[in-house]
């Protein structure tokens, strides 16, 4: 059994060894930079963990797995187009350091070369590796619509809201453990059990996201706090305070929500401490503590050794604890 970090070693080494020469370079060019600035590489390494508990051989799956990588970062790359984002992981985006006619013309190669090595599975695997992609695909690009649509309207309610992470986020994980299970060729049923312990590992994942750009250290969050309130971005935690707030905090929500000039300072003390008051922080990490259980308990049903998925039960302890 290899360890996670065995693992992200050997997709690192991979994907410094991509060949992106062909010209032209202003095409390939901005594909190696968006791999090249870093990221924790943890969808592959699923896919990967996920075969291992079934076969000791990897050989074929490394580069599928790099092309779920790839996937991502094609969504990452377009996702900063639409949002207009200066920055990924500390570097200028894409469109940045070029413009969003070259951000979206390597995004659209990006998603291309995804299938390419995706398909370099088994054959015999080929066809439920790409019915589980395709369909998860096409669910990531739901996600970003009903994300997209969410900033107009303040009447998005939370299972709305839980419905979009799943689709944006979390079914990528799901589906990179049920791409490895199957081309390592778990029982269907295991593979359906990873696939919901991913699911539920990346709603945790992503609610708790939110939390911490609230409620986080800077020094251990890694980044900016108090963006998403900035932005007044439909989060649980902004969802719930207007399902709770009345008289004089939900005046003071709207007011904030609202307003157009403001000290961003002032305005994250003053929303976290309404959330504080209205206790949507202990309900965000009630819901969060939640996911985390119902995701082990899939992991427990899958039929192999409990030390066999030592790895994957400590991966959720670490991304419990943010230490991935």
């Known amino acids: 059994m290899y360890s996670f970090k065995e693992l992200q070693d050997k997709v690192q080494k991979e994907i410094d060894g991509l060949e992106f020469s062909t010209p032209p370079e202003g095409l390939f060019e901005p594909m190696k930079y968006i791999l090249g600035i870093g990221g924790k590489r943890l969808r592959p390494i699923l896919v990967l963990l996920s075969a291992n508990l079934f076969k000791e051989d990897l050989t074929k799956v490394y ?3 790099i092309g779920i990588e790839v996937f991502h970062n094609f969504t990452l790359l377009h996702d900063d187009v639409m949002d207009n984002a200066p920055i990924r992981r ?6 940045e350091k070029w413009n969003s006619n070259v951000a979206i013309l390597s995004g659209d190669a990006m998603s291309i070369k995804a299938y390419q090595y995706i398909v370099s599975c088994e054959d015999r695997h080929l066809r439920d590796v790409l019915t589980v992609f395709n369909q998860t695909a096409l669910e990531v690009c739901e996600g970003q ?9 303040r009447d998005v309610q939370i299972d709305e809201y839980l419905n979009m992470i799943r689709l944006k986020t979390a079914v990528l994980l799901g589906g990179s453990l049920k791409m490895g299970a199957i081309m390592g060729d778990a029982d269907p049923k295991d593979a359906e059990l ?15 996201d939110d939390y911490l ?13 108090g963006g998403d309130i900035l932005c007044n971005k439909k989060t649980f935690l902004l969802i719930k305070a207007y399902e709770m707030a009345t008289g004089e ?20 003390n003053s929303v976290r401490s309404i959330y504080e008051k209205l206790e949507v922080k202990d309900q ?3 819901k969060i503590d939640e996911y985390f259980s119902l995701c082990l308990e899939y992991l427990d049903k899958v039929n192999i050794p409990a030390e066999k998925k030592s790895e994957l039960y400590t991966l959720v302890k670490k991304l419990v604890n943010r230490s991935v």
Do not use: C
């Open 63 to 65: 580069l599928p797995a």
């Open 90 to 95: 500390s570097k200028a985006t894409v469109h």
């Open 145 to 153: 619509q009903f994300d997209m649509e969410f900033e107009d309207r």
């Open 194 to 208: 990873l696939y919901h312990f991913g699911v539920n590992l990346g709603m945790a994942f992503q609610l708790q």
């Open 213 to 225: 750009d609230v409620f986080g250290d800077e020094e251990v969050f890694g980044k900016k706090i």
């Open 249 to 268: 905090i939900k005046s003071e929500l709207e007011s904030w929500i609202s307003a157009k000039d403001f000290n961003p300072k002032e305005k994250i």
């Open 284 to 286: 965000s990490q009630a």
